[in-house]
């Protein structure tokens, strides 16, 4: 069965960076778009950006270009997720999220329909 | 940048039906998907592609769309129901997701 797992959770001052991974199994790594969602403290969900890991080809959300990055190890079935100049706001669960290959749909240059989400990895920014 | 909106919340007593709705100009173009999170949990699939419903997930939930709103409608709604519903969606281009703001669904 599919599963992704999460690294633990982390504590950052502000202007650092974090990277986050996600482990996955039960399926092709390569075959399907992973998404990063974060969800700050009492707040809703946010679309970060997405990879293919097959290609490594990304696309952010506009917020995050130039301070996020996102890459795989095919090799190990693993996604991360680098956020760099790390602020207050950020403090936040960030979730890889994996499309699903029966429910997803595909538009444009993006595919999206999320079935199965990583357990959630607090990052909290503090000094 | 391409938003989604939604009410923040809405309030309904056991049996009766709840309606969410979700607005925005893509609707139209790009399918509307719909999460239920509950506290501390990782958000759950319970409408695809506007109207189609996973299996798991009970008949009581249904999905519908009309020009640039969808609507989650959840009937004879139960205690367990209780939950932040969010919907997602891409902008015109297919180049960015977006989620909505949220709304709280309390049982009353």
């Known amino acids: 069965q599919v599963q992704l797992v999460q690294s633990g959770a982390e504590v950052k001052k502000p202007g650092a960076s974090v990277k986050v991974s996600c482990k996955a199994s039960?399926?092709?790594?390569?075959?399907?778009?992973m998404h990063w969602v974060r969800q700050a403290p009492g707040q809703g969900l946010e679309w970060v950006g997405w990879i293919n890991p097959n290609s490594g080809g990304t696309n952010y959300a506009q917020k995050f270009q130039g301070r996020v990055t996102m890459t795989r190890d095919t090799s190990i079935s693993t996604a991360y997720m680098e956020l760099s100049r790390l602020r207050s706001d950020d403090t936040a669960v960030y979730y890889c999220a994996l499309v699903s290959p029966t429910r997803g749909y595909c538009s444009g240059t993006i595919c999206y329909g999320f079935d199965y989400w990583g357990q959630g990895t607090l990052v909290t920014v503090s000094s | 940048s391409y938003e989604l909106t939604q009410p923040p919340s809405v309030s309904v007593s056991p049996g009766q039906t709840a309606r969410i709705t979700c607005s925005g100009d893509?609707?139209?173009?790009?399918?509307a998907y719909w999460y239920q999170q509950k506290p501390g949990q990782a958000p759950v699939l319970v409408i695809f592609?506007?109207?189609e419903r996973p299996s798991g997930i009970p008949e009581r939930f249904s999905g519908s769309s009309s020009g640039t709103t969808v609507t989650l409608t959840i009937s004879g709604v139960q205690a367990e129901d209780e939950a932040d519903y969010y919907c997602?969606?891409?902008?015109?281009?297919?180049?960015?997701?977006?989620f909505g703001g949220g709304t709280k669904l309390t049982v009353l």
């Open positions: 997602q969606s891409a902008d015109n281009s297919g180049t960015y997701v977006v």
């Open positions: 893509a609707l139209p173009k790009q399918y």
């Open positions: 592609k506007d109207s």
């Open positions: 039960g399926y092709t790594f390569t075959g399907y778009y």
